[in-house]
């Protein structure tokens, strides 16, 4: 079984090659996802990881403000189309 991380980063660079425009979601109960957060953001200001990049990765602890993150494109402004939408 494949672990959450390893999808995570499946999902990241779908969007980085353009195969979709989703975010990735991370609910970040107690911090638990906040010292790879601490490692995004840190990659990004030493340059390894661009901005854009960076903002594919969404973080809150609020669940109901993060799947309305979730559903706008990575770093965009307009709802990505649901399948029983299309």
């Given at each position: ?6 999808k995570?980063?499946e ?17 970040n ?9 601490a ?7 030493d ?11 969404i973080?809150?602890t ?10 706008l ?5 307009d709802p ?7």
């Open positions: 079984m494949a672990s959450a991380r390893s995570s980063s999902v990241i660079t779908w969007t980085q090659l353009g195969i979709h425009p989703k975010s990735c979601g991370l609910l109960v107690v911090g638990y996802y906040a010292p790879l957060l490692q995004f953001d840190r990659a990004t200001s340059g390894f990881v661009k901005p854009a990049n960076r903002r594919i990765v973080a809150d609020d669940p109901a403000a993060l799947v309305g993150a979730v559903l494109p990575a770093g965009g402004t990505v189309l649901l399948p029983d939408e299309l």
